[in-house]
């Protein structure tokens, strides 16, 4: 098993950052991918980026540019630098880790992007 713990969510002003983080505990040895996803109010989970173990990128035509995954191997953490964030980011963001057989779901941080 492994336990996902995000933190770093919040309320922002457009324009503004945040910085996204995802613990991973347990059986971090068999995760070969870890990734970011989000669902906002009325709509269904969408992906917004992702990494794989070998370090392959891919991210949400919608977030492009704007959003930066990255890792830290050494403390099992993924994190999420999202930059010009906008009202459509509004969303509670879900870290997901995944091993040949299963997915794992954190609980969740919220993203509020508002004035």
């Known amino acids: 098993q492994v336990q996902l713990v995000e933190s770093g969510g919040g309320l922002v002003q457009p324009g503004g950052s945040l910085r996204l983080s995802c613990a991973a505990s347990?059986?971090?040895?068999?995760?070969?991918?870890m990734g970011w996803y989000r669902q906002a109010p009325g709509k269904q989970r969408e992906l917004a980026a992702v990494?794989?173990?070998?370090?392959?990128?891919n991210y949400a035509d919608s977030v492009k540019g704007r959003f930066t995954i990255s890792r830290d191997t050494a403390k099992n953490t993924v994190y999420l630098q999202m930059n010009s964030l906008k009202p459509e980011d509004t969303a509670v963001y879900y870290c997901?880790?995944?091993?040949?057989?299963?997915?794992?779901w954190g609980k969740g941080t919220l993203v509020t992007v508002s004035l």
């Open positions: 990494i794989t173990v070998g370090g392959i990128l």
């Open positions: 997901k880790a995944a091993d040949l057989w299963r997915e794992f």
């Open positions: 347990g059986s971090t040895s068999s995760i070969n991918a």
